[in-house]
């Protein structure tokens, strides 16, 4: 069983709040970077993997609806949202690495038109958390080769589905050991 921390459907970003566990599962419409910054912040997301993959679809947020006519403008409007975002949560690495990689995307991709570019901003966007989750699946391939019926196993802090798009990190094994039977 894995968990959908992270999803895009029907044109929106939509996140489990964390914060209403155990009690309540509620997938939670983000609209734009203001809210995905406070879910950062006060941990609706929560862990590193899915932190990053809610800053990739936070930067798109924040620039979807950009009027710059030139990139110079765009890129103003994108580095603004980069600076904005990377203040909610000033030690997750997974923040930074996923908004200086959808940094480095925008200028790779300068000579789009920026109706294009927007989209292309998206499908990055898309594009780290389907990463993040085929990653985490590996992780839980292999660890699900160490296991045997009957182990015992202690995982520390937050390793499940909810600290990633899908998967999780250390209890990916258990999740495909489970699948696999």
């Not at 609209?31 to 936070?58: D, F, S, T």
């Not at 006519?69 to 997750?92: H, I």
């Not at 200086?100 to 300068?110: Q, S, T």
Request: hydrophobic share 45%; proline share 3%; with cysteine.
């Amino acid at each position: 069983m894995s968990v959908h921390t992270i999803t895009f459907e029907d044109g929106q970003v939509k996140i489990i709040d964390q914060t209403l566990l155990p009690a309540q599962v509620e997938y939670r419409v983000i609209h734009n970077q203001e809210e995905m910054w406070e879910a950062i912040k006060i941990l609706r997301v929560r862990g590193a993997p899915a932190i990053g993959v809610a800053a990739a679809y936070g930067t798109w947020l924040g620039i979807k609806d950009s009027t710059a006519s030139s990139f110079e403008g765009f890129w103003k409007d994108v580095l603004e949202t980069a600076d904005y975002l990377a203040t909610s949560r000033p030690t997750a690495v997974n923040l930074f690495w996923a908004l200086d990689r959808m940094k480095r995307f925008v200028l790779d991709n300068a000579s789009l038109p920026l109706s294009a570019l927007k989209q292309k901003i998206l499908e990055n966007a898309h594009a780290i958390r389907e990463e993040d989750a085929g990653v985490c699946r590996k992780i839980g391939e292999f660890g699900a080769d160490l296991l045997n019926d009957g182990d015992g196993i202690l995982t520390h802090c937050n390793a499940g589905g909810l600290c990633a798009a899908q998967y999780g990190t250390a209890l990916a094994p258990i999740y495909i050991a489970t699948e696999q039977g």
